[in-house]
T-cell receptor, first 113, second 112 residues
Framework: DGGITQSPKYLFRKEGQNVTLSCEQNLNHDAMYWYRQDPGQGLRLIYY???????QKGDIAEGYSVSREKKESFPLTVTSAQKNPTAFYLC????????????FGSGTQLSVL | QQQVKQSPQSLIVQKGGISIINCAYE??????FPWYQQFPGKGPALLIAIRPDVSEKKEGRFTISFNKSAKQFSLHIMDSQPGDSATYFC???????????FGQGTRLTINP
C-alpha cells in the first residue's frame, strides 16, 4: 500500500530531552511537510522540504529541526528549546507538480512527562 | 499571516439532516479552496476542493458553495450520517501546499 508512515504513534518527552519523530513515504512525492495540531487552532506548518537536502521554515519553526537526506524520509526533531511541545504532529507529502493536494500520515501524539 | 476563519467550532446534526460549515478568507488572490476530513487519531484526508472559477462543486453528498464577492465558502453535507462524524478543516492557498492556510476546524457530530 502506498502511503505515509509516522512513528511512533505516542511519544513522551522528559524535561530537557530532544525527541525525533519519524516520517516515511512511498508515494514518490517530492515535497514533504510537518504540521502541528493543537485543539481549536487548526494546522500550523513547522517545516517543509521540496527536494532532498533542502528545507524551509514554516510559521512555527522555533524549537524544531528537520533533515531531508532521502526523498522518502523527513524526520522531525523536537528540541529542548520547544517549551510547549505537547501536540499532535502530522507529516504530509505532495507531488511537486500538483502540490496543492496534501496526503497526511496518521500522526504522532507527543506529550511531556 | 492571512487568516481563514471557520465556523462553527462544533456542530451537532441529526441523522439525515444537512450539515453546514462556513469559512471566510482574507486574501482575494487565493485560488484553491479544499476541505479536509479528519477522524479521531488519524491524519486529515482531502474531501473536496474548489477553484474560484465556479460557484459550486458537488461530489456525492458533499457540496462546496463558493461566494467570491463575499470571500466565503461553505461545505454542505446532505443526508448526514453517523459515519460523517469527524473534524472538518477548510483551507486556502495561492501557489502551492506550503502556503496552505487552515481554518480552526469544526467538530461535527451526527446523532443517530
Amino acid at each position: 500500500d502506498g502511503g505515509i508512515t509516522q512513528s511512533p504513534k505516542y511519544l513522551f518527552r522528559k524535561e530537557g530531552q530532544n525527541v525525533t519523530l519519524s516520517c516515511e513515504q512511498n508515494l514518490n512525492h517530492d515535497a514533504m511537510y510537518w504540521y502541528r495540531q493543537d485543539p481549536g487552532q487548526g494546522l500550523r506548518l513547522i517545516y517543509y522540504s521540496q527536494i532532498v537536502n533542502d528545507f524551509q521554515k514554516g510559521d512555527i519553526a522555533e524549537g524544531y529541526s528537520v533533515s531531508r537526506e532521502k526523498k522518502e524520509s523527513f524526520p522531525l526533531t523536537v528540541t529542548s528549546a520547544q517549551k510547549n511541545p505537547t501536540a499532535f504532529y502530522l507529516c504530509a507529502s505532495s507531488m511537486w507538480q500538483t502540490n496543492e493536494k496534501l496526503f497526511f500520515g496518521s500522526g504522532t501524539q507527543l506529550s511531556v512527562l | 499571516q492571512q487568516q481563514v476563519k471557520q465556523s462553527p467550532q462544533s456542530l451537532i446534526v441529526q441523522k439525515g439532516g444537512i450539515s453546514i460549515i462556513n469559512c471566510a478568507y482574507e486574501n482575494t488572490a487565493f485560488d484553491y479552496f479544499p476541505w479536509y476530513q479528519q477522524f479521531p487519531g488519524k491524519g486529515p484526508a482531502l474531501l473536496i476542493a474548489i477553484r474560484p472559477d465556479v460557484s459550486e462543486k458537488k461530489e456525492g453528498r458533499f457540496t462546496i458553495s463558493f461566494n467570491k464577492s463575499a470571500k466565503q465558502f461553505s461545505l454542505h453535507i446532505m443526508d448526514s450520517q453517523p459515519g460523517d462524524s469527524a473534524t472538518y478543516f477548510c483551507a486556502s492557498t495561492l501557489g502551492g501546499a506550503q502556503k496552505l492556510v487552515f481554518g480552526q476546524g469544526t467538530r461535527l457530530t451526527i446523532n443517530p
